[in-house]
């Protein structure tokens, strides 16, 4: 089966710009996750998607990330405008439920470079 | 608090050798335990996970871990490492947080394997 799609894989801007990033899950799968990974440190979720509904959102920067999920498939994750600090990759990733217990499949991710 | 601890951030084998790699959490109840590997330019692969029950748990590429509640740790074991085990490791812990699938990730251990 196909795994987790991602695009771009590399973006590089420059502070105060916007980027979007876009996420394809696994097919059937219900839950979507936008992570952030920041050099040295583990993935961080940003937030999840059960269907087209927001689950949990409480470490998303509200004030400059936003994330969408329509028709429940794929999404899109959008910074604006970016900060030197959101230099990180960014993961998506999908399980077919919400509960702990449903393995999460990652993409490859895509590393962003803010200047 | 919830958190996941691994505090060994670079750990260097011979091909052939044991491996061990650190993990430490801080949960109120029982966690979900999994650790994953991540490969450069690739995503987050599980490894193994465990939930309950037996506490030697065993996973893909010949690791093990083992659950020690009394030690709070869930320790990644391989008997034999082979070089292409080189990668980034990390631990990862979720709970029973209002319904959501929450993983908190540890910062990760870098393992080099010289041939």
């Known amino acids: 089966e196909a795994g987790v799609a991602q695009s771009p894989r590399y973006k590089i801007i420059e502070k105060r710009q916007s980027v979007a990033f876009w996420c394809n899950p696994i097919?059937?799968?219900?839950?979507l996750y936008w992570y952030q990974q920041i050099l040295g440190q583990g993935p961080k979720l940003l937030i999840q998607?059960?269907?087209?509904?927001?689950?949990?959102d409480s470490q998303l920067p509200k004030d400059r990330f936003s994330a969408e999920r329509l028709k429940g498939v794929d999404s899109t994750l959008k910074i604006q405008p970016a900060k030197l600090e959101d230099s990180a990759v960014y993961l998506c990733a999908s399980s077919q439920g919400g509960g702990t217990y449903n393995e999460q499949f990652f993409g490859p991710g895509t590393r962003l470079t803010v200047l | 608090a919830q958190s996941v601890t691994q505090p060994d951030i670079h750990i260097t084998v011979s091909e052939g050798a044991s491996l061990e790699l650190r993990c430490n959490y801080s949960y109120g109840a029982t966690p979900y335990l999994f650790w994953y590997v991540q490969s450069p330019g690739q995503g987050l692969q599980l490894l193994l996970k465990y939930f309950s029950g037996d506490t030697l748990v065993q996973g893909i590429k010949g690791f093990e871990a083992e659950f020690k509640r009394s030690q709070s740790s869930f320790n990644l074991r391989k008997p034999s490492v082979h070089w292409s085990d080189a990668a980034e490791y990390f631990c990862?812990?979720?709970?029973?947080?209002?319904?959501?699938?929450?993983?908190?990730f540890g910062t990760g251990t870098q393992l080099k394997v010289e041939l």
């Open positions: 097919s059937g799968h219900a839950t």
């Open positions: 998607f059960q269907n087209n509904g927001v689950v949990d």
């Open positions: 990862a812990g979720g709970g029973l947080t209002g319904g959501g699938n929450k993983l908190t």
